[in-house]
């Protein structure tokens, strides 16, 4: 036994739940599930998620992708980076690894492109600055989304998931080259994830 001058409070809980208090709950609960479904709701209508193409990679298959894609259609360079100028339609590939974003890449506003993401070593962040837009980067997974630049302009990418000690110098860019008037037209955030195209296996 314990002794102490403090005296223990008197045990209600046995005592029955007043009104208020069961409103609250109530109140709180059904918040809660609002919230709930806000997230496959968000997902399917907001366009908020998006399920992208997911399927898995080896690294050193995706590394190896990330050289050919180079290859192809390198433009020049920047900042001691590949510049690549893929064409519209094509499938862009970026390669996140400690502590860097390859290639450098130039799009063409109002064209279409599948991006892939993937990580060669731990998890990363793909956020575009001055954009809302975040993704995981994961190791062994290939993540392609569909999107449209719809805005002309230079974006950095910034690596927003702590991946080791040069963190914060992991910043990419993609440049937005200005498209035909009817692209300017379009009155968007920069880059819209067009829609999730099914397919590719895995999760
Ligand atoms: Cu890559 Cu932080």
């Given at each position: 036994?314990y002794?102490?001058?403090?005296?223990?409070?008197?045990?209600?809980?046995?005592?029955?739940?007043?009104?208020?208090?069961?409103?609250?709950?109530?109140?709180?609960?059904?918040?809660?599930?609002v919230?709930?479904?806000?997230?496959?709701?968000?997902?399917?209508?907001?366009?908020?998620?998006?399920?992208?193409?997911?399927?898995?990679?080896?690294?050193?298959?995706?590394?190896?992708?990330?050289?050919?894609?180079?290859?192809?259609?390198?433009?020049?360079?920047?900042?001691?980076?590949?510049?690549?100028?893929?064409?519209?339609?094509?499938?862009?590939?970026?390669?996140?690894?400690?502590?860097?974003?390859?290639?450098?890449?130039?799009?063409?506003?109002?064209a279409?492109?599948?991006?892939?993401l993937?990580?060669?070593?731990?998890?990363?962040?793909?956020?575009?600055?001055?954009?809302?837009?975040?993704?995981?980067?994961?190791?062994?997974y290939?993540?392609?989304?569909?999107?449209?630049?719809?805005?002309?302009?230079?974006?950095?990418?910034?690596?927003?998931?702590?991946?080791?000690?040069?963190h914060h110098?992991?910043?990419?860019?993609?440049?937005?080259?200005?498209?035909?008037?009817?692209?300017?037209?379009?009155?968007?955030?920069?880059?819209?994830?067009?829609?999730?195209?099914?397919?590719?296996?895995?999760?």
């Amino acid at each position: 036994m314990y002794r102490t001058g403090i005296e223990p409070p008197e045990r209600i809980w046995w005592k029955k739940v007043g009104r208020h208090e069961k409103v609250w709950v109530w109140i709180a609960f059904a918040w809660c599930m609002v919230l709930f479904a806000m997230m496959p709701l968000w997902h399917l209508r907001g366009g908020q998620n998006p399920s992208g193409i997911r399927h898995r990679v080896d690294p050193t298959d995706y590394q190896a992708r990330v050289a050919e894609f180079i290859q192809e259609y390198q433009a020049g360079t920047e900042n001691g980076l590949p510049l690549v100028e893929p064409p519209p339609g094509s499938d862009v590939y970026l390669q996140a690894s400690q502590f860097a974003w390859i290639p450098v890449v130039r799009l063409r506003q109002g064209a279409e492109y599948t991006l892939h993401l993937s990580s060669l070593d731990v998890n990363h962040g793909f956020g575009l600055y001055p954009l809302n837009i975040n993704f995981q980067v994961v190791p062994g997974y290939d993540y392609g989304l569909r999107v449209v630049p719809n805005e002309p302009g230079e974006f950095h990418i910034m690596c927003n998931e702590f991946c080791g000690i040069g963190h914060h110098l992991m910043v990419g860019k993609i440049i937005v080259e200005p498209g035909d008037a009817a692209a300017e037209a379009i009155d968007a955030p920069a880059a819209t994830v067009v829609e999730a195209t099914g397919a590719g296996g895995g999760r």
